[in-house]
């Protein structure tokens, strides 16, 4: 069981925009770096955002990331057909000496 | 850009230990700027951190695997390695290896993934 929590899926309509948030505690959000990740269907997760709310080379600026307390969120605007997917927040759980991911969120354009 | 490739046996029967290695192109596992990851995630469910190694051979294990885990480095192959004993067929998934950076770690490279299935 995962000690961040996300809710299990969100929707929109294309070109609207969407949240996924991610709740943790002290010992994680809290207190280190939160990263995001997208998963394709079939494919391997990859890096989305990472430092809260950096972007690696290639993500558009569509996708952005922000932290608040022992929560933090992802969103993602101008949503396409090509957003779906399950998407994973993800940072280092001090109390575990561990990374932790998220429960993870599906996100179906309508 | 570095390029991650799991290796191993799809299949794993009840009890044994699973083996599994991970090549690295493109990097270097002597390299002092990363850990080298293994996450595994079953069919329909959410992503498990594994564990890490460091170049140095430094570790950190998931507290719900570390019993049963060891995680290896080789430098001289440019590779590193998952042993997982006492398999169930909970322990069934697809396996990635990865890599992350020293500091603010994150995953920021990912194998395309090798499935086990434990079964007899």
């Known amino acids: 069981q995962s000690v961040l929590t996300q809710p299990p899926s969100v929707s929109a309509a294309p070109g609207q925009k969407v949240s996924i948030s991610c709740s943790g505690s002290?010992?994680?959000?809290?207190?280190?770096?939160v990263s995001w990740y997208q998963q394709l269907p079939g494919t391997a997760p990859k890096l989305l955002i990472y430092d809260n709310n950096k972007r690696p080379s290639g993500i558009p600026d569509r996708f952005s990331g922000s932290k608040s307390g022992t929560s933090a969120t992802l969103g993602i605007t101008g949503l396409q057909t090509g957003d779906e997917a399950d998407y994973y927040c993800?940072?280092?759980?001090?109390?575990?000496?561990?990374?932790?991911f998220g429960t993870g969120t599906k996100v179906t354009v309508l | 850009q570095v390029q991650l490739q799991e290796s191993g046996p799809g299949l794993v029967k009840p009890s044994q230990t699973l083996s599994l290695s991970c090549s690295v192109s493109?990097?270097?596992?002597?390299?002092?700027?990363?850990?080298w990851t293994w996450i595994r995630q079953p069919a329909g469910k959410g992503l498990e951190w594994i564990g890490r190694v460091y170049t140095t051979g430094n570790t950190d294990y998931n507290p719900s695997l570390k019993s049963r885990l060891t995680i290896s480095i080789d430098t001289s192959k440019n590779q590193f390695s998952l042993q997982l004993l006492s398999m169930t067929a909970a322990d069934t998934a697809v396996y990635y290896c990865a890599r992350g950076p020293w500091g603010r770690y994150r995953v920021d490279s990912w194998g395309q993934g090798t499935l086990v299935t434990v079964s007899s």
């Open positions: 493109g990097g270097s596992t002597s390299s002092v700027s990363y850990y």
């Open positions: 993800g940072t280092w759980d001090s109390s575990l000496s561990a990374f932790v």
């Open positions: 002290s010992s994680n959000i809290g207190n280190n770096y």
